[in-house]
């Protein structure tokens, strides 16, 4: 996994998640994939990519396992980040957690459960990151995978931003994931999640989006050009884009 950091962008993605039900969405979407699993004595879960461990919270919360029963391994390149998720997730286990750097050759296959939530956009080899990811699974493991397909308006914008640089899109989307995924022999099942963005129409909040989106790019694309992009969407004062992306789970062997 690439090293990206949200730091420099941390207000553009908060008025994102502020303004966006992906997160809530994605949260519910995955405890129901991991419905049962409460049951377990002991369960051994890895956030890989956990950022800040605001998504990981957001599930936590909602699974509300008891904490002597959460063994919780986090995996993320930036340290800064990787240090507030412990801090923020602290309460959901009395045990120690565990964090590692990337890529994950040397974590053994033990986790019941694997959680990469819209991170594997930046992975820089996304079959060897996938590998990794089931191979660190424990027999009827589960892993849990968010991302956005090219039926996302959001991944359209990409599109548009990076054919002004003539450039191809220089990230993973769902149809990677899947193509990787069939190409390993992995049984997994698909499923596609809606979600609604709805912000009060602005330049500057078009302008937040697209830091978001572009980060360090968007001072090479002629930002102008892009703000067009989001007149179909408008909708009276606001912007209201209808939107989704694709979850995999994938079982382990």
Same mark, same amino acid.
């Given at each position: 996994?690439?090293?990206?950091?949200?730091?420099? @962008?941390?207000?553009?993605?908060? +008025?994102?998640?502020?303004?966006?039900?992906?997160?809530?969405?994605?949260?519910?979407?995955?405890?129901?994939?991991?419905?049962?699993?409460?049951?377990?004595?002991? +369960?051994?879960?890895?956030?890989?990519?956990?950022?800040?461990?605001?998504?990981?919270?957001?599930?936590?919360?909602?699974?509300?396992?008891?904490?002597?029963?959460?063994?919780?391994?986090?995996?993320?390149?930036?340290?800064? *980040?990787?240090?507030?998720?412990?801090?923020?997730?602290?309460? %959901?286990?009395?045990?120690? @957690?565990?964090?590692?750097?990337? !890529?994950?050759?040397? /974590?053994?296959?033990?986790?019941?459960?694997?959680?990469?939530?819209?991170?594997?956009?930046? $992975?820089?080899?996304?079959?060897?990151?996938?590998?990794?990811? /089931? #191979?660190?699974?424990? !027999?009827?493991?589960?892993?849990?995978?968010? @991302?956005?397909?090219?039926?996302?308006?959001?991944?359209?914008?990409?599109?548009?931003?990076?054919? @002004?640089?003539?450039?191809?899109?220089?990230?993973?989307?769902?149809?990677?994931?899947?193509?990787?995924?069939?190409?390993?022999? $992995?049984?997994?099942?698909?499923? *596609?999640?809606?979600?609604?963005?709805? %912000?009060?129409?602005?330049?500057?909040?078009?302008?937040? =989006?697209?830091?978001?989106?572009?980060?360090?790019?968007?001072?090479? =694309?002629?930002?102008?050009?892009?703000?067009?992009?989001?007149?179909?969407?408008?909708? #009276?004062?606001? &912007?209201? &884009?209808?939107? *989704?992306?694709?979850?995999?789970? /994938?079982?382990?062997?």
């Amino acid at each position: 996994m690439a090293a990206k950091d949200f730091g420099p @962008i941390a207000s553009d993605y908060a +008025f994102f998640s502020a303004h966006c039900t992906e997160a809530v969405n994605d949260a519910a979407q995955y405890a129901r994939e991991l419905a049962g699993f409460e049951r377990r004595e002991t +369960f051994r879960m890895l956030d890989f990519g956990c950022g800040t461990g605001e998504f990981s919270e957001r599930l936590l919360s909602a699974l509300n396992w008891p904490p002597p029963s959460l063994d919780l391994t986090l995996a993320e390149p930036v340290r800064a *980040q990787r240090a507030e998720a412990v801090r923020r997730l602290a309460r %959901f286990s009395e045990r120690e @957690i565990a964090t590692v750097e990337t !890529p994950l050759a040397q /974590v053994e296959p033990r986790f019941d459960a694997v959680v990469s939530n819209h991170v594997l956009y930046y $992975a820089e080899d996304l079959d060897a990151t996938l590998a990794q990811l /089931v #191979g660190s699974l424990a !027999p009827g493991g589960r892993l849990l995978l968010a @991302i956005a397909g090219w039926d996302n308006p959001l991944a359209w914008l990409w599109k548009a931003g990076f054919a @002004i640089l003539d450039r191809p899109v220089p990230y993973h989307l769902s149809e990677d994931v899947e193509a990787g995924l069939r190409q390993s022999g $992995a049984t997994f099942r698909k499923t *596609q999640v809606p979600y609604r963005l709805r %912000f009060p129409d602005s330049t500057e909040n078009r302008m937040k =989006i697209l830091r978001f989106l572009f980060s360090e790019y968007l001072e090479e =694309i002629s930002a102008p050009r892009l703000l067009d992009e989001f007149d179909r969407h408008a909708a #009276g004062n606001h &912007i209201d &884009i209808l939107t *989704q992306s694709d979850h995999f789970s /994938v079982a382990g062997e």
